[in-house]
């Protein structure tokens, strides 16, 4: 498990398995309001939900290539 962390402070663990893309924040996604401004990687799910965290993509990478192992 992954432990990532959204803007509001909260911890999130996520299976390496369950992650289907990662996205660095653009501008057009918080302009309309889907992610939150401070979030700077979106993370989707296979469950089709995404997670707005704070680390960056390549933070995120490095995380579940760790939990891998």
Excluded at 17 to 46: D, K, M, Y
Aim: overall charge positive; charged content about 20%; aromatic content about 2%.
């Amino acid at each position: 498990m992954a432990l990532l962390h959204r803007a509001d402070g909260g911890a999130v663990a996520v299976a390496p398995g369950q992650v289907t893309a990662l996205h660095a924040r653009s501008p057009a996604a918080v302009a309309n309001r889907s992610v939150t401004s401070e979030a700077r990687c979106i993370v989707w799910l296979a469950d089709g939900k995404l997670l707005s965290v704070i680390e960056s993509c390549e933070q995120v990478r490095r995380l579940l290539e760790e939990a891998k192992c």
